[in-house]
C-alpha cells in the first residue's frame, strides 16, 4: 500500500474522476437508497453495480491508483477487479444487525479498486512447494474500529467521529507505517494496530502476495548494488542509466510493489545493500 493523492489532475490538467453526469446519477441513486432502507415497507436498498461499478468509476479509479489494487499493489490493468466500498455497502461483519453505510453506496469518496484476494473472502490456494491448504480471508464487509460504541448507522451521524482500524490510502499514510522484511512479509513486531488490523482485513499475508514483493524486494537490492558499483567505479553514463531505471520502473508510483521497493531504498542497509 502506497500514499495515494485522490482529488488530483491527470497530464493535460483534467481532474480525475468521474463526469458531471455520473455524479448527478449517483446523487439520485444515494436518495434511493436512502428512501428504500428507512422505509419499513421496503427495509433494503438493492445497490446498483451499474451505478457504483460504471465505466466512469472504473476509468477514474484505474487511472487514479496507477492500475494497481489500493491495498495491496498488485497490478488490475487488463484484469478483472472489484470496485471496493471502504465502508461496506450492505453489511458490517464487525456490527451484527448493522444495515452497511448505505449512503455511501455511490459515493466517489468511498470507492477504491481492489484485487479480488484483498477484497473477497477466498482461500490462500496451496502452491507446489508448500501444499499447506489455508483458510479463507479478505475483506468482504469486515470494517472494524477502534471503538464500536462511535459506530453510525444512519446518514445523519458524523462519520468523522468513527476510528477506523483499516488505512485508506488516500487519507492515511500508509508508507509512514508499512516496513518490509528482505523476504516480502509486512513487519508487524512494533507495528500500529492499525497496520496490523490491515494486514489481517485484507489478507496481506498471502503466500503469493508475499512471493511477489519478495521478488520485487530482491530486484531492488541488486539494482542498488549496481548503481553502488557503478558510483565507485565512476561509469557516469551507466550510472545514470541505472539511476532512471530505478526511478521509473522500481519506485515511481506506476511501478508494482513500489512501496516494498521504496523502504529498500530508504534503508538500504537493512536489506544488506
Request: charged letters at 25%; proline letters at 6%; one cysteine or more.
Amino acid at each position: 500500500m502506497i500514499d495515494i493523492v485522490f482529488n488530483r489532475k491527470d497530464a493535460r490538467g483534467k481532474d480525475i474522476r468521474p463526469n458531471k453526469t455520473w455524479f448527478n446519477s449517483a446523487a439520485k441513486h444515494t436518495a434511493l437508497a436512502i428512501a428504500e432502507t428507512e422505509n419499513p415497507a421496503i427495509g433494503k436498498h438493492e445497490a446498483r453495480s451499474s451505478v457504483y461499478g460504471h465505466d466512469q468509476v472504473r476509468m477514474a479509479l484505474e487511472k487514479l491508483f496507477y492500475g494497481k489494487c489500493a491495498y495491496c499493489e498488485t497490478r488490475i490493468t487488463g484484469a478483472v477487479w472489484d470496485i471496493e466500498h471502504y465502508r461496506p455497502k450492505g453489511a458490517v461483519a464487525n456490527c451484527p444487525g448493522h444495515p452497511g453505510y448505505y449512503w455511501l453506496i455511490y459515493d466517489w469518496n468511498n470507492l477504491l479498486p481492489s484485487c479480488a484476494p484483498c477484497n473477497q473472502n477466498l482461500s490462500d490456494r496451496p502452491l507446489w512447494d508448500d501444499p499447506t491448504r489455508i483458510a479463507a480471508a479478505g475483506k468482504f464487509t469486515q470494517f472494524p474500529l477502534k471503538d464500536e460504541t462511535k459506530r453510525v448507522r444512519h446518514p445523519s451521524g458524523n462519520l468523522l467521529d468513527e476510528a477506523p482500524l483499516l488505512l485508506h490510502p488516500c487519507v492515511d499514510h500508509p508508507e509512514a507505517e508499512i516496513k518490509y522484511s528482505p523476504l516480502g512479509r509486512i513487519i508487524e513486531r512494533g507495528a500500529s494496530d492499525r497496520l496490523k488490523a490491515t494486514i489481517r482485513i485484507c489478507n496481506l499475508k498471502r503466500r503469493r502476495l508475499v512471493r511477489n514483493r519478495h521478488s520485487a524486494i530482491q530486484r531492488t537490492i541488486r539494482l542498488l548494488r549496481l548503481i553502488h558499483n557503478l558510483e565507485t567505479l565512476g561509469h557516469t553514463q551507466s550510472l545514470a542509466e541505472a539511476k532512471q531505471l530505478l526511478e521509473e520502473h522500481f519506485i515511481s508510483n506506476e511501478a508494482e510493489y513500489a512501496g516494498a521497493a521504496r523502504n529498500v531504498c530508504n534503508e538500504p542497509a537493512r536489506f544488506g545493500v
